[in-house]
């Protein structure tokens, strides 16, 4: 199972949520989100200012991915509150999913309490409260 978050991303001005995994293994120095093309069509508009930028797989293999020059803003939506902006480069790919690397998850404040059954909380509430990851639709 992965831990599925309800996730806005806003970019000049537009806003879109979906859903984002947290638990992909994507890794990174600084925050980075992967973005569907499909979402990605609809909230950075026809032409984004993007630059080819190598990155290494979970595999070992090498791919060269399209990077946005500017970063977006990411937050954490939940019933009772949202944690973020966090500014991120994003990632545009094929995939279904936004996928949100662990300096990303780190910066916004989430600990992951059971990967398998996708239970987390915020820093603030550990040993207080209990989160439980979105079920996809």
Known sequence: MVLRLRIKVCYSGRCMEGLGIANSGFAGREPEVVLPQALAGDLLGETPSVVLAERVLADGSRVLL????????????????????????????????????????????????????????????????????????
């Open 66 to 137: 399209p990077r946005l020059t500017t970063p977006l803003d990411v937050y954490i939506v939940t019933e009772d509150r949202v944690e973020g902006p966090v500014k991120a480069y994003a990632y545009v790919t094929r995939g279904g999913f936004m996928l949100l690397n662990d300096a990303l998850i780190s910066k916004m404040r989430i600990v992951i309490l059971d990967p398998l059954e996708g239970v987390w909380c915020f820093r603030d509430e550990l040993g207080k409260r209990e989160r439980r990851g979105v079920t996809p639709p």
